[in-house]
């Protein structure tokens, strides 16, 4: 990972948990000063506690690592509202319809925030017959290019990936009103309303 375990974490989720450090180290199988050492920055626990840690203090092994707890605050199941992640390293995308900590490749990944297109990134959108036809005037390098497309109205999402030196175009089966977005290895993501 990127980073490691906080104390800031292990002590914000031992207190919501109502436990003292005496009893998290009873549970851990270390002495309270060791539990003291975390907390406070002065020591981290070794590798081999993480996974019993993450238990004692009832959240994830990735939440634990990420200092940021997961809850599902999804109430309404509209993939409107769904995130976009991409690994830096392989070029992995993830989806998510809610909150949710992600790793990849040893990175935590945060969602992605779209922009509007500036003059490099117009997607264009023609409709043909019963399907959108989105294109992009841009690079296609193995430098710089763009990596997918999604079409994503309010029950679903669509992916196509991209690769270098292909064009930048693909064929959504129309679907209703929602949003297109085109990624940029170097840019980033742009998004338009249909």
């Known amino acids: 990972m990127n980073q490691y375990v906080t104390g800031a974490m292990i002590k914000r989720l ?5 436990i003292t450090q005496q009893q998290l180290a009873e549970i ?13 920055g002065r ?23 990420s200092g940021e707890d997961v809850v599902n605050t999804n109430k309404v199941s509209n993939m409107l509202h769904a995130s976009i992640y991409v690994c830096p390293i392989c070029g992995n995308v993830i989806q998510s319809t809610g909150n949710v900590a992600l ?41 710089h290019y763009i990596s997918f497309f999604v079409y994503r109205t309010g029950d679903r999402i669509e992916t196509v990936k991209l690769y270098p030196e292909g064009n930048a175009e693909c064929r959504f089966f129309r679907r209703g009103r929602g949003e ?3 990624y940029c290895n170097r840019h980033g993501l742009f998004r338009t309303n249909l």
């Not at 031992?14 to 109502?18: C, D, F, G, H, P």
């Not at 626990?45 to 959240?59: F, M, N, S, Y």
């Open 43 to 65: 020591g981290y626990p070794d590798i081999t506690l993480i996974e019993p840690l993450a238990e004692a203090l009832g959240v994830s092994v990735i939440e634990l690592f």
């Open 28 to 40: 851990m199988n270390v002495s309270d000063k060791a539990v003291s050492k975390w907390e406070t």
């Open 103 to 143: 790793s990849c490749c040893g990175v935590t990944l945060p969602a992605l925030e779209a922009e509007e297109p500036d003059g490099e990134h117009q997607i264009k959108i023609e409709t043909i017959e019963d399907e959108y036809y989105v294109s992009l005037n841009h690079p296609m390098t193995k430098e």
């Open 14 to 18: 031992r207190e919501e948990k109502k």
């Open 180 to 182: 297109v977005y085109a």
